[in-house]
């Protein structure tokens, strides 16, 4: 008798480990975790992407066409995100001390030659959303990439002189709790969707509920005993 009551104690003390660690881990990994080190924004990472897209391709402007007014105008969109875009037209046009003028539908300026782009993808997303050990801290991948094609044209002639296209990526893996910092609540393609879906999803339900059972079955089963 007195064996039995033991390994009743044993398994009723493993459970209790079992169920305290399945709720309590991971808020014990988070507080003991180093102090969170100065990570890229979603809005920085899309800045830096659209300047250098710009880079590569204002590299194909010769010496003729970098001593001539520019006209810039964009023939394709991809959202409330092209304003980062435009953005950094100027910016690096002006490092490059190049003389642009941006059209638009009301706008009528005089250059000699038009450099036509579009946003073909301009974006940032959470493509994985995992553990990596069952009960270690949550993780977000990023994925961001910028794709851009432009024709320089002769605004005389409607000749196409060139045509470029660019693409560039950046990717990394942050902790889930720290999508406040890198989202901004003003613009809405710094919030992309995020989901989840792990096997440990199947299991956890099952390994949750049968160490309750186990804990419910012990307690009556203690109380039938005395």
Known sequence: ????????RLLKATCTICLIGIL?????????AEPHARILTNLEIIDRLSSEAVVDIIAGLGPDERGETILLNKAKSAGTVDFMLENAFVKETHTAGLRVAVEGPNITVNGKYRL?????HLSISYPRSSRKWWFGPRKVARAAQADVFAQLIDVATGDVLWVRETHKQYNDTIDYSRLREVEDAQYDFTRPP????????LFEPLVVGGIVVGLVYLFFSNQSNK
């Open 1 to 8: 008798m007195s064996i039995i009551m033991r390994n009743r």
């Open 194 to 201: 995020h989901s989840e879906f792990r096997m440990t999803r």
């Open 24 to 32: 309590g881990v991971d808020p014990l990994f988070a507080a003991t």
């Open 116 to 120: 036509a782009y579009q946003i073909i």
